[in-house]
């Protein structure tokens, strides 16, 4: 008899452990993007894009910020560093059409990320997720696409940069 309520009991377990484990979703697709300072400026690191079921997994090191202060950080429509400001990533990717706002907030682009808080070194550490995003599938992918680092907070007001200022860093994400 005790074996058979060992065996139930461990059924029960096992079952439990299983549900557990069908909440979190196995990693998809992921994507990383080197910031690398516009020009005149020294702003740089890295940041990983890794796609979990409906939602991206944002996380990053940036350095060379300006100390204890916030900065405006964009997902944009264009993969393309050249131009040495920043300026050749084009705006917002928001293929939506929806307003600059505030991420996780209400409508807003696409690419309108959270902004960076930096510590008094000028680095800022960071981890999020973002439903308003994708890795590698069609809608909303970011692959491809641009990243920036602002000079100045976000505002989540005005239309449609979010009076973020001079770009500071740039990258393209790429696929892993």
Same mark, same amino acid.
């Given at each position: 008899?005790?074996?058979?309520?060992?065996?139930?009991?461990?059924?029960?377990?096992? %079952?439990?452990?299983?549900?557990?484990?069908?909440?979190?979703? #196995?990693?998809?697709?992921?994507?990383? %993007?080197?910031?690398?300072?516009?020009?005149?400026?020294?702003? #740089?690191?890295? /940041?990983?894009?890794?796609? *979990?079921?409906?939602? /991206? =997994? !944002?996380?990053?090191?940036?350095?060379?910020?300006?100390?204890?202060?916030?900065? @405006?950080?964009? /997902?944009?429509? =264009?993969?393309?560093?050249?131009?040495?400001? @920043?300026?050749?990533?084009?705006?917002?990717?928001?293929?939506?059409?929806? +307003?600059?706002?505030?991420?996780?907030?209400?409508?807003?682009?696409?690419?309108?990320?959270?902004?960076?808080?930096?510590?008094?070194?000028? =680095? %800022? *550490?960071? *981890?999020?997720?973002?439903?308003?995003?994708?890795?590698?599938?069609?809608?909303?992918?970011?692959?491809? =696409?641009?990243?920036? !680092?602002?000079?100045?907070?976000?505002?989540?007001?005005?239309?449609?940069?979010?009076?973020?200022? +001079?770009?500071?860093?740039? &990258?393209?994400?790429? &696929?892993?």
């Amino acid at each position: 008899m005790k074996q058979k309520h060992l065996g139930i009991a461990l059924s029960a377990l096992a %079952a439990i452990a299983l549900a557990g484990c069908a909440g979190h979703s #196995a990693p998809g697709p992921s994507a990383t %993007a080197k910031l690398e300072p516009t020009r005149g400026n020294t702003t #740089a690191g890295t /940041v990983s894009f890794v796609q *979990s079921g409906d939602l /991206v =997994k !944002v996380s990053g090191t940036i350095t060379g910020l300006k100390p204890g202060a916030e900065h @405006g950080f964009h /997902v944009h429509e =264009k993969g393309d560093c050249s131009s040495g400001d @920043g300026m050749s990533t084009g705006g917002h990717f928001n293929p939506g059409g929806k +307003p600059h706002g505030n991420h996780g907030m209400g409508e807003h682009h696409a690419g309108d990320l959270p902004s960076l808080k930096a510590d008094a070194s000028g =680095k %800022a *550490s960071f *981890s999020f997720e973002s439903r308003t995003i994708r890795v590698g599938s069609a809608d909303n992918n970011i692959v491809g =696409k641009g990243l920036i !680092v602002h000079r100045d907070p976000d505002d989540y007001k005005t239309q449609p940069t979010g009076n973020a200022g +001079p770009r500071l860093a740039c &990258a393209v994400i790429a &696929a892993r």
